[in-house]
Structure formats: C-alpha cells, structure tokens
C-alpha cells in the first residue's frame, strides 16, 4: 500500500506543478535540522517513516488545496521531536500542539526530555504549542480544532482509549488520525472498543517482521469521514 501511494503522491505533486521529492531527499533535510544528534531520535520504524515521508505532502496538498491555511496538528507523545519535525518540516504553516508529560529524563546530555525536544526542533518552537501533563487529565478539557492527530503517548489500554475517546471527536470531518503502536495489546483493544475504525483507512499496518522478529509496520492511518 505504502508504495503505491507513493506514485499517487507523485502524480498529485506533478499535476500541483510541484517538484516531487523521495525520502531520501527528507531524510537529508531532517539529517541536516537535527544539528548535533545522530538518527532519527523518534520511536516510528523506518518503513513507517518511508510511508509518513510520502503520505505527509499528500497531506500538505489537501490541506492546501482545501483552503486550510494552517492547519492543526495535535502530537500525543512528542518524545523529543522525530515525528514532530517531520510533521513541521511537511506540513506548511501547520501549528503543532504538542502533548507530553516529559517523563523521562535527565536525557542524555539534557536535564530533561523536554530539554532535548527544545533543542532538536529549535527552528520550529514558533510553531509549537505545548501542552505539558498527561494526555488523559488535559483530553478531559481539550477544545482545539484538530485537522490531523498523532496519538503516540502511553500505550496502556486505559490511556490509549481515553487519548482516542477525548481528541477524535476534535478532528475535523475529513482530518486524519494516526495512532501508532497499533500491535500492542492495550492500544489494539482500545481501537477495537473505540469503534474508529469506521472511519475511512488509509494504512493498516501489516504484522510481517524482519528476520530478528522486530515489528517493520506499526502505524494505523485513518481519515475521519461520516460518523460522529
Ligand atoms: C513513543 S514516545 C513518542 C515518540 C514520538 N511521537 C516520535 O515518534 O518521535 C512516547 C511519548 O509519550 C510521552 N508520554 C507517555 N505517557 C504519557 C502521558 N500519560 N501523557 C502525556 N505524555 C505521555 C512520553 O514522555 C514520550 O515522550
């Protein structure tokens, strides 16, 4: 799926009278943004990132040409920025709220793992909203327009399905949500007890592993369209 999509990506782009660029091309970027630190510093396999590479300027063109002129984008687990960056990067004009309660830390050379998320997306912070705590307590009173959601906080049954109950009713009809992990017990029961996969899918993640037994696909991709 993520490959054909690809050449749909590329087809848009043209038609759009945009060159089309392939990952390498993103991850030379997003090498170079990084500064100082080495890889990708996220939690997303490779193949997913490959799909998010392609997928993201799909995005970046329908948001466009639906006149969203900046589009809002609501991370659950922004960790230290890998996924976020790709999101901005991408994304033109998109604000990011950015969730997470910085458990983990000190962090390597930084304090704290909120430290080393300033760091990294330093040329992006004019664009960041944060929203620091945990994602079920600030879910209960969120209010903000969501045009694309990334659910990747903490992947327990009960937070999963609070994360999904409290934000997908925010998105907009036609917005898309992402929820990684989708192989783990408590995010894969909370998908199945939330019912969103009513929604249109766009990725499902395959269960094929590589030779030492490690999950190559994780990302579940939805568009919200009919339904609540
Ligand atoms: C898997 S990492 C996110 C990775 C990031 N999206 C990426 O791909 O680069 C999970 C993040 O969720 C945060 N987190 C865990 N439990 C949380 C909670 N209950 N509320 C808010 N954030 C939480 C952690 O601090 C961590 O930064």
Known sequence: MGYKF?????????RNGREYHDEEYYFKILENLRGT????GGWSTLRDRYFLADFLQL????????GIKTPKITEIGVFRGGTSL????IIENAVLHAIDNWSAGPFEDYKTLKHAFLHDMSCFLDRVIFHDGDSQEIGKTWKEEINLLYIDGCHDYEAAKA???NFVPHVTQGGFILI??????GVKK??????????????KPSDEKDGNGTTLEKLLVLRKRGGK
């Open 86 to 89: 790709m999101f901005l990067t």
């Open 190 to 203: 909370a998908i199945d007890e939330t019912d969103i996969m009513k929604f249109d899918i766009i990725k």
């Open 59 to 66: 995005v970046n063109l329908e948001f466009a040409l639906s």
């Open 180 to 185: 990684d992990d989708f192989w783990m017990d």
């Open 163 to 165: 994360d999904i109950e």
């Open 6 to 14: 690809r050449d749909e990506v590329k087809n848009l782009l043209t």
């Open 37 to 40: 630190v080495n890889g990708w």
